[in-house]
């Protein structure tokens, strides 16, 4: 049997996944969410290929930590300036911008490289349950 690899990220058929973040752990929900975005579900997976699909993830502000990590975690920003770093609680970026946390999580389950910037731009992420990619024929994803 002969190993086909795609050659271009055109090779492939795009789907548009809908995943539903409501009481899903975040953890385990971003490397599904990886896996999808970079094609590792389908048989034509080739690693240095975009091969991958879309995915829309609605209820970000819903999603799930375990253990003490509401409270403890917490995500690190700094301006470049001297002095000007400063740290944010997962319970405020969860008030003010819920997508940068699924966001956060997905793209450091993807490789650091110049690939995993054009796979990150096919994950949109929504707080609410609404979302308007209706016009892509989106598909629930199960799994």
Known sequence: ???????????TEKTWYVVDATDQVLGRLAVKIAAILRGRHKPTYTPHVDTGDYVVV???DKVRLTGSKETDKTYMFFTGWVGTAYRRS??????HKPAFIIEHAVKGMLPHNKLANAIIKKLKVYAGAEHPHAAQKTVEFKG
């Open 90 to 95: 997962v319970a405020h970026m969860r008030e």
């Open 1 to 11: 049997m002969k190993t086909t690899l795609a050659k271009t990220a055109n090779d």
């Open 58 to 60: 609605i209820n970000a």
